[in-house]
């Protein structure tokens, strides 16, 4: 029986202190960010040639804030962001890099997470398209223009 109740209290202990861990992590509802964009296009891609996308936000909420967390889905996709809290008011960016190395669509998400815990979710999408394996020929019509021009 002094087993029994001890496990009891164990288990009780713990639910409590768990209820305690999640009060914690209430978000801050005077912090309120807002984009000018959720999503980009890139388009076309050539393989192989990295491309960047700023996305712009602003503080719209009573109380600076500051972006705790930017994570991409994937390795081929790297956020770089501003630490630094964002006034009242006032923009920062997210620069979105993708690598671009494997061919065919893609489509990414960027999780922003701020004020105590608040989430956004950004995406960029595009199509790679495989470099050639051999340049291209030489245009010969090219050379003829080129050689007609300096005569």
């Known amino acids: 029986m002094l087993k029994f109740g001890f496990s009891l209290l164990l288990i009780a202990a713990s639910l409590f202190s768990n209820l305690g ?5 209430v978000t801050n509802p005077a912090a309120k960010i807002g984009f000018k964009a959720l999503s980009h296009d890139f388009g ?3 393989q192989g040639k990295p491309v960047f996308y700023e996305f712009e ?3 719209q909420g009573t109380s600076p804030v500051s972006l705790e967390n930017v ?3 994937c390795g081929c996709t790297t956020p770089e962001w501003s630490t630094e809290p964002i006034a ?3 923009s920062s960016i997210i620069k979105v890099g993708y690598n671009s190395a494997a061919p065919g669509p893609f489509e990414k998400t960027i999780q922003v ?3 105590g815990g608040q989430m ?3 995406t960029i999408k595009g ?3 495989k470099t050639p394996d051999q340049p291209a020929p030489s245009n010969k019509s090219l050379a003829l223009l080129k050689s007609l021009k300096s005569s």
Not at 21 to 25: E, G, N, R, Y
């Open 120 to 122: 956004q979710v950004l």
């Open 44 to 46: 076309k891609i050539l």
């Open 21 to 25: 861990f999640a009060q914690s992590t």
């Open 88 to 90: 009242i008011g006032k």
């Open 57 to 59: 936000l602003s503080n």
């Open 127 to 129: 199509n790679v398209w």
């Open 71 to 73: 994570m991409a889905s």
């Open 113 to 115: 997470v701020y004020g």
